[in-house]
């Protein structure tokens, strides 16, 4: 499963486009993002990236979690985010 890193600093938008382009190839991507801020953008892009691959007729569910990252010396506590899709059935 592929990991798109976020950080408060990410373009939302950017981001959302990350997720439409790995769901659209492997059906989930996971996100990881440590601290509030990295966390709010991580969920703006999902909630963008949601639109978007719906209107493909794509659901996303998101399954929140904690994940331990080592950064340099130090163990960080973030929070990962695994998105899978389901395509709609045409009726």
Known sequence: MEILKVSSKSNPNKV???????????????????????????????????????EQGTRIYMVPGFVEIQIGEEMRTGITIKIVSEKDEIK
């Open 16 to 54: 959302a486009g990350a997720i439409a382009g790995v769901i659209s190839k492997n059906e989930q991507v996971e996100l990881q993002a440590i601290g509030a801020g990295a966390v709010n953008q991580a969920v703006k892009a999902v909630a963008i990236a949601s639109r978007f691959l719906r």
